[in-house]
T-cell receptor, first 113, second 111 residues
């Protein structure tokens, strides 16, 4: 069964450093998403991406965040200058249509020290 | 008002019980609706999509009422393995889609 994969599973970084989180969506999917979940809190939408551009983004997705699909398979989330409050689990998801069910990767746990 | 609101829980039920989860949403531009389950420190996993006509998958039944902006999930004959957090999820928008998760309702099924 096709699945979404994410690397790394855990990333530890110093405050102010840049991090890139990587995702490989399901191969025939066209819509890609990033979410974050702070420990003990709900899953929060960050951004959706379709046809090589951002489709929607939330208030959380400010100038320190960017997304890219550098090739035909990877989908990345870059955080330019990490803050302590960026510590969270980051989930990537993909879907075959914008209103369709999304399938999630196992997440990257980001710890900012 | 929260965009997606769920019963806070937790629900503690014995094996074999029937349990109902409720969810309301506030945005009338909501297009599609889902229930996901999330186990501790894992990713959300799709349980089922929700339609106005209702849909059933084994022990699970989901229902959508667009007029009252209400979504429900019923689990019959609950199993120990049903213990998880149940997330109500709504897709909003017609062009770009924004996906909103409820805070989740925690379910504990006990032997």
């Amino acid at each position: 069964e096709p699945e979404v994969t994410q690397t790394p599973s855990h990333q530890v970084t110093q405050m102010g450093q840049e991090v890139i989180l990587r995702c490989v969506p399901i191969s025939n999917h066209l819509y890609f998403y990033w979410y974050r979940q702070i420990l003990g809190q709900k899953v929060e939408f960050l951004v959706s991406f379709y046809n090589n551009e951002i489709s929607e983004k939330s208030e959380i997705f400010d100038d320190q965040f960017s997304v890219e699909r550098p090739d035909g398979s990877n989908f990345t989330l870059k955080i330019r200058s990490t803050k302590l409050e960026d510590s969270a689990m980051y989930f990537c998801a993909s879907s075959s249509g914008g209103a369709n069910e999304q399938f999630f990767g196992p997440g990257t746990r980001l710890t900012v020290l | 008002r929260k965009e997606v609101e769920q019963d806070p829980g937790p629900f503690n039920v014995p094996e074999g019980a029937t349990v109902a989860f409720n969810c309301t949403y506030s945005n009338s531009a909501s297009q599609s609706f889902f229930w996901y389950r999330q186990d501790c420190r894992k990713e959300p996993k799709l349980l089922m999509s929700v339609y106005s006509s209702g849909n059933e998958d084994g022990r699970f039944t989901a229902q959508l009422n667009r007029a009252s902006q209400y979504i429900s999930l019923l689990i019959r004959d609950s199993k120990l393995s049903d213990s998880a957090t149940y997330l109500c999820v709504v897709n909003i928008g017609t062009g770009g889609f924004k996906t909103i998760f409820g805070a989740g309702t925690r379910l504990f099924v006990k032997a």
